[in-house]
């Protein structure tokens, strides 16, 4: 977001936090990224609900829906196309990593654009690359879209070619994760499949939307272990977050995938 | 800290911090912990040394000694004796993950009172226990204070005996790490031990100083592996960091060191 997003601070208009936030010393605490679309939050039952279940693995007390509601109703009024970004953390508390018994999580919005995405890249397909960082196998915090994000900044950081969308990751024992900003599915022999999440990487609310969707279709997925090898071999690789929905993968550095396979159906039924 | 703690921001008295501050969106920053004794911020020349060598790691530009020096004067005079933390964040950018090209960091300096420790600790030993939570292995991020610190958080948050002054942290192979607040050291045949933290774990002042104190002092030191085990059989376990200086283990579970080894030896050596 840039000094032109609108934020509110629990509730209030405001552009900062105590400097004592736990959100701040030791990243403790989640967040979501929403699309604005025509004045809603898209997928906003799905996403609130992974904010509260996010939450509750740490011990974060969440909002209630009418609570972010008010927040939203004030973002979306200056920002009905956008992006719309959910942070809440631990709040304030004394010196030292002990969360306070009696801690008040602090809830902040924060509203701003739209990445520029050609929209070309939805009909083209995009560019990724593979990352040199391996993720570490943390089960305690996988899945989690916690503010310990220091791993997905550096491998963001691997690259600044502006022709390359996103980036691929593996963890150390080198099966796919998925992308830094996305989740990833491969199609192979008429089914999809996506990494297992148990053990790092962010499970996105597209992820589980292109899941429960793909099933009612009647395309078969599945969560399952898969290498760079299985992912180089399958006939389609997807990305998708709340913000772009779902992109196909047209090129991996020397791998390319000329034409769309399940892709055009997939995008069809993601946002029906 | 408590909110009678007193914080500068890249110089100036302040309470709060951009919401779009990379160190809260990301946990993009480096810290210190520094104890302030008489006026003066204990081990100035290493506490900065090893900030900026953080802040190298993650690609972060470290202001120079004589601008943190300002702020320190100016929070030793509120705080003569006290906790002293520096933070250094990547600053505030644009949403997404990418470090901006031009990003300005963030100076913070947060002082306050040293935690109520009784006295008796540092001569009956202290009383520690073994973490469930066990540290991934990442290796581009092990040794640096760097602000993402969950894991932290999530180990610091298995115990509330007031009793227990300290958590032991095993990675996930199950070699011991360190404390959740502290570096450790085994003493056995005469040598000191400490574990290698290449793959996880902060690397703190108090570590390299008594590191190169015991060396002057003719004690063997070194870097190795070593597994509970090793620790459970060991004739004495330490436990070091910036405030404490170094602290024995009296008791660990079951496991009781009735009596101090090199203990004393090495209080000595650290502070001479």
Request: contains cysteine.
């Amino acid at each position: 977001m840039t000094a032109a997003a609108f934020v509110l601070v629990d509730g209030k208009p405001a552009t900062s936090i105590s400097v004592l936030d736990r959100g701040l010393m030791y990243g403790d605490g989640v967040f979501r990224t929403i699309r604005l679309d025509a004045g809603q939050a898209l997928w906003w039952p799905e996403q609130l609900a992974k904010l509260a279940a996010d939450a509750a693995r740490l011990g974060i007390a969440c909002p209630a829906d009418e609570v972010w509601q008010q927040d939203v109703a004030q973002a979306v009024a200056q920002w009905p196309t956008g992006v719309l970004k959910l942070v809440l953390t631990r709040g304030t508390g004394n010196r030292g990593y002990a969360p306070p018994q009696a801690a008040v999580p602090s809830r902040l919005v924060v509203a701003g654009p739209l990445p520029a995405w050609p929209a070309a890249l939805w009909e083209t397909g995009i560019e990724a690359r593979l990352c040199a960082l391996r993720l570490a196998r943390q089960p305690r915090l996988a899945g989690i879209k916690h503010l310990n994000r220091l791993e997905n900044v550096l491998a963001r950081a691997e690259w600044d070619d502006p022709a390359i969308q996103e980036g691929l990751l593996l963890d150390e024992a080198g099966q796919v994760i998925g992308g830094v900003s996305s989740n990833v599915f491969i199609y192979r022999a008429g089914e999809l499949l996506t990494p297992r999440l148990d053990r790092c990487g962010i499970a996105g609310a597209a992820r589980a939307r292109l899941m429960t969707r793909a099933a009612a279709y009647g395309l078969p997925v599945r969560e399952v272990e898969f290498d760079l090898t299985a992912l180089l071999a399958a006939d389609e690789v997807l990305l998708t977050n709340s913000l772009i929905g779902v992109w196909r993968v047209a090129k991996l550095d020397r791998r390319v995938w000329p034409q769309p396979a399940i892709y055009p159906v997939v995008r069809e039924f993601l946002h029906a």
